[in-house]
């Protein structure tokens, strides 16, 4: 693995805090058609958006924001109830055309600078597993990214944030009953995301994204919720490492 390449070009658009805890990492592409578009509207100040970092597709690492400061990244948002994520979170955005632009795998040596970076941050910050997340996950209702190509378990394995692996199993479109779909929604919101009782799709189409990212329909079916019954398993056994630790 490479050593981190870092480089500095200040944002004007941050602001104080106004809490002294940053326990969240949240992941974001950048859905411009080039890194160079993407900084400068990070930079601008008429757009009133940043980021803490951007990771190039060669690897290369722009800090924008101390992370001291909060950055403008993560808007209107929810995870484990609490919004306002600005406050608590570092922002990294990852260089991607998303999907309006033509969206594609991320390299090899992007993702090898994002553990690095990630590692570096986790170092000076206490950041649990389960509030390391996708900006999808906490704006389902907006976003899409870093979407279904980015290698979470790439990170998982190198003890950045959580991805447990599937069990083999068939049956993929099997239907749900209603004491089951009760479970897989009771499922999704113990993990973290805040879902709509009326639109629950949306918070499912997420999930969909991040852990079954083959299929990402905001359906319920079987499968994903056995996934998400998995998931939640992992995140409520990360949590009580973490109690069990204090």
């Known amino acids: 693995m490479t050593l981190l390449s870092l480089?500095?070009?200040s944002s004007p658009n941050h602001a104080e805090r106004g809490l002294p805890r940053i326990d969240m990492l949240v992941l974001h592409y950048t859905g411009m058609?080039?890194?160079?578009?993407?900084?400068?509207?990070?930079c601008d100040p008429a757009a009133r958006v940043s980021a803490h970092y951007l990771v190039d597709e060669d690897g290369t690492v722009?800090?924008?924001?101390?992370?001291?400061?909060?950055?403008?990244?993560?808007?209107?948002s929810c995870w484990q109830g609490e919004t306002d994520l600005n406050r608590v979170s570092i922002g990294i955005e990852i260089v991607?055309?998303?999907?309006?632009?033509?969206?594609?795998?991320?390299?090899r040596a992007q993702m090898?600078?994002?553990?690095?970076?990630?590692?570096?941050?986790l170092r000076r910050h206490p950041i649990p597993p389960d509030r390391i997340v996708a900006h999808s996950d906490i704006a389902p209702d907006r976003k899409a990214d870093p979407g279904e190509l980015f290698d979470w378990a790439l990170l998982a394995a190198?003890?950045?944030?959580?991805w447990p692996p599937p069990a083999a199993r068939g049956g993929r479109g099997r239907g749900i009953g209603a004491v089951e779909r009760a479970a897989a929604l009771a499922d999704l919101a113990a993990i973290g995301y805040?879902?709509?009782?009326h639109d629950p799709a949306v918070a499912l189409t997420a999930f969909q994204r991040?852990?079954?990212p083959e299929r990402w329909d905001g359906r319920l079916d079987g499968e994903t919720a056995v996934r998400l019954a998995e998931v939640r398993a992992a995140y409520d056994a990360a949590r009580q490492r973490r109690r069990t630790l204090r």
């Open 194 to 197: 805040c879902v709509d009782p």
């Open 112 to 121: 090898e600078a994002l553990v690095l970076l990630s590692r570096e941050i």
């Open 33 to 42: 058609e080039s890194a160079k578009a993407a900084l400068d509207r990070l």
């Open 210 to 212: 991040r852990f079954r």
């Open 96 to 107: 991607n055309p998303g999907h309006e632009w033509g969206y594609r795998p991320f390299p």
């Open 7 to 9: 480089r500095e070009r």
């Open 62 to 76: 722009w800090r924008l924001v101390p992370e001291a400061r909060r950055a403008f990244h993560a808007g209107i």
């Open 158 to 162: 190198a003890g950045i944030g959580i």
